[in-house]
């Protein structure tokens, strides 16, 4: 799909259709989309964020992480087919400076 938020009308009823002819019993009455294309649960899901950021519980940081070049994105552990435990690899690289 091109547009992202498409996805949201797309396949919710789909995996409702599948939920209840599995036998599950969901209360329907409610359901989020958490983005903020659904602005109530956003607001809630954006103060839960602030609320956990001013109480030092979630941080902001770096970390090392594993670039596939292949999907141009970063890869996780559970994302690959093979190599999970597998971290970054470090390099040095030494730039210089060519002489004509």
Not at 76 to 84: K, M, N, Y
């Amino acid at each position: 799909f091109v547009d992202p938020a498409y996805w949201l009308t797309y396949f919710p009823p789909l995996a409702k259709q599948d939920l209840q002819a599995m036998g599950l019993k969901i209360d329907w009455r409610r359901s989020f989309i958490t983005t903020e294309l659904e602005p109530l649960y956003d607001a809630f899901v954006r103060w839960q964020f602030r609320r956990l950021k001013d109480l030092n519980k979630i941080i902001f940081g770096k970390r090392a992480s594993v670039f596939s070049p292949l999907d141009h994105q970063i890869c996780a552990d559970h994302d690959r087919a093979s190599g999970e435990g597998v971290g970054p690899q470090e390099y040095t690289l030494i730039k210089m400076r060519l002489l004509e």
